[in-house]
C-alpha cells in the first residue's frame, strides 16, 4: 500500500482530491436545504416519548405505524396550550422542519398544537364547500377586481389581534397617506359568527371604504372557524365593496377564502396586495436611493452569509459580549464628551446672544427716544415761543398802523362825522338847507343840531 505521505505523492495528485466537508458544515448546509424547502407544514400523529425539563420547553416524538419525528416546541408557544399533552395523544402539529446541527437531528419546530379529533368539522367544510361551489360562489367571473389604488381601506377584524397591527404595519410602510377604519369584531368564538356579518354591514352603510379586507391571524381549524360558516360566506359573497379574505396563515383556506374576491394568505399579505407602493411612484426621482439601497441589501446578505458562516464556528460568545460591552463603554463615553462640548458651546453662544440683547435692550433705546423726544420737545417750545413773539410784534405794529387811520383816532383829533336826518353822512354841503336836522359824531358822544345856514366856497 502506497504511503500518501511519502516524497513520491505529486502536489498535482494532492489538488485533484476534492474538499472534503466539515461535519458542521454539512450540517449546517442541510438545515438551511430543509428551511428553505419546507415553509410551515402540518403533521399529525401520536405523542410519544414527552419530557418537560426545567427550562419549559418541551421534547418528544411524533410517530405513526412506520416512522417518527423529532419534535421541540419552546416554552413561548406551549404556553398558549390550555390542556398539558400527556403521552400516547393523537394530535395534530403546525411548525418549521429544521435540523439539530449539533447532533444531527431532523426535528420540527413546533408553533401550534391541537387535538387530531377534528373529523366532523372538516366534513362540515368539505360540505359546505361543495354547495357554495355548486351555487358558483367561487366563480372567478363574479369576483369584483379590485381598484388599482384604494382611496379608503376598511378592515373586519378584532381590534386587539396582531391582524389589525399586521395590516397598519404594512400600510405605514407601503402607502401611509390612505386612511383605514377599523369595523372591529370577535374573530373566534360562537359570537363571532353574528359579529362578522354585522361588521361587514357596517362597512357597506358607512359607504367609505373601496376595499375591505376581512380576516385575522393564525389558528387552529376550530380557532377559524367562524370564517366557515355559511352565513359569513353569503355575507363576503353579497358584499358590494371588494373583499379580501386574510384568514391564518399562508397553510390556512377558510370558505371566506373561496368567496372572497382575493385571498391574501396572511394580513400583512392582504395590505401588501392592495396597497400600491410609493417607492414605484418615486423610483425615477430615486434613481440613486434605489441603487444605495440593492447595495446596501447586497452588502446585508453577504454580511448575512458571513454571520452564518460565523456564527456555526462561535463556540464561546462571552469575549464577543465583553467587546461589545467595551464598545458601549466607549460610545457613552464619546456621547457624554460630546454633549459636554455642546453644553459648553451652547453657553457661549448663550452669553453672547444675552451681551447682544443687552446692546439691543428696549430700555436702553426708550431711554434714548426718550433723550431724543425731550430735546425735540425743548426745541419746539423755543420755536413757538419765537413765533408767538414774533406774530405779538406784527399784531402791535399793524394795530398801530390801524389806529393812525382809524375814524375814532380822526375824531380824537377834533373832527366830527356829520349825518342828516335820514342818517346818511353829509359829506357836500350843498345837500342841506337851513332848518335841516343833523347828527354830530365826536369821539366822545353826538350833537344834534339845527342848520341856520349852508355856506358852500367860492368856485
Not at 416554552?75 to 400516547?88: A, D
Not at 368539505?126 to 381598484?147: I, V
Not at 380557532?223 to 373583499?243: G, K, Q, S
Not at 446585508?300 to 464577543?320: C, Y
Request: with cysteine; hydrophobic share 40%.
Amino acid at each position: 500500500m502506497e504511503d500518501y505521505r511519502s516524497p513520491r505523492t505529486t502536489p498535482a495528485f494532492q489538488d485533484s482530491r476534492p474538499r472534503a466537508l466539515s461535519v458542521s458544515e454539512l450540517n449546517h448546509q442541510a438545515r438551511h436545504l430543509l428551511e428553505s424547502s419546507f415553509m410551515q407544514v402540518w403533521v399529525e400523529g401520536e405523542i410519544s416519548g414527552l419530557s418537560r425539563p426545567s427550562s419549559g420547553h418541551w421534547y418528544f416524538s411524533l410517530k405513526d405505524r412506520k416512522c417518527q419525528v423529532r419534535c421541540a416546541m419552546f416554552r413561548g408557544f406551549n404556553q398558549r396550550i390550555r390542556e398539558m399533552p400527556k403521552e400516547g395523544d393523537q394530535i395534530r402539529i403546525r411548525g418549521k422542519v429544521t435540523l439539530y446541527e449539533n447532533r444531527g437531528d431532523f426535528q420540527i419546530i413546533v408553533e401550534h398544537m391541537e387535538p387530531a379529533g377534528l373529523g366532523e368539522l372538516q366534513q362540515a367544510y368539505e360540505e359546505l364547500k361543495r354547495k357554495l361551489q355548486g351555487e358558483g360562489l367561487f366563480d372567478a367571473a363574479r369576483k369584483k377586481p379590485l381598484p388599482s389604488t384604494p382611496r379608503h381601506i376598511g378592515v373586519v377584524t378584532s381590534p386587539t389581534g396582531a391582524a389589525i397591527h399586521d395590516i397598519l404595519t404594512v400600510l405605514a410602510r407601503r402607502c401611509p397617506a390612505i386612511p383605514v377604519t377599523l369595523y372591529p369584531t370577535a374573530v373566534q368564538g360562537k359570537a363571532a359568527t353574528g359579529d362578522i356579518v354585522q361588521a361587514i354591514e357596517r362597512a357597506q352603510s358607512h359607504g367609505v371604504a373601496d376595499v375591505l379586507i376581512i380576516g385575522r391571524g393564525g389558528g387552529s381549524l376550530e380557532d377559524l372557524w367562524c370564517f366557515n360558516e355559511e352565513v359569513v360566506a353569503r355575507a363576503i359573497a353579497n358584499c358590494p365593496i371588494p373583499t379580501v379574505s386574510a384568514v391564518g396563515h399562508e397553510v390556512d383556506v377558510t370558505i371566506a377564502d373561496f368567496v372572497a374576491d382575493l385571498r391574501a394568505p396572511t394580513p400583512s399579505a392582504a395590505a401588501e396586495k392592495i396597497s400600491p407602493d410609493q417607492r414605484d411612484w418615486l423610483r425615477q426621482l430615486n434613481e440613486r436611493e434605489l441603487r444605495l439601497a440593492n447595495a446596501v441589501q447586497r452588502a446585508l446578505k453577504r454580511f448575512g452569509t458571513e454571520l452564518e458562516h460565523l456564527g456555526a464556528r462561535l463556540r464561546d460568545p462571552r469575549r464577543e459580549l465583553l467587546e461589545k460591552a467595551q464598545r458601549m463603554d466607549d460610545l457613552e463615553l464619546r456621547l457624554m464628551q460630546t454633549i459636554s462640548q455642546r453644553l459648553e458651546r451652547l453657553t457661549v453662544r448663550s452669553e453672547n446672544l444675552g451681551q447682544r440683547l443687552m446692546t439691543q435692550s428696549p430700555g436702553r433705546r426708550l431711554a434714548d427716544s426718550q433723550s431724543a423726544l425731550a430735546r425735540v420737545s425743548e426745541k419746539l417750545n423755543s420755536a413757538i415761543q419765537m413765533q408767538l413773539k414774533q406774530r405779538q410784534d406784527q399784531f402791535e405794529h399793524v394795530a398801530q398802523t390801524l389806529n393812525v387811520v382809524s375814524p375814532l383816532a380822526t375824531l380824537g383829533r377834533g373832527y366830527a362825522i356829520v349825518r342828516d336826518a335820514g342818517g346818511n353822512i353829509v359829506r357836500d354841503a350843498s345837500g342841506l338847507a337851513p332848518g335841516d336836522r343833523i347828527n354830530a359824531r365826536t369821539a366822545r358822544g353826538e350833537i344834534a343840531a339845527d342848520v341856520t345856514s349852508v355856506e358852500m366856497p367860492a368856485e
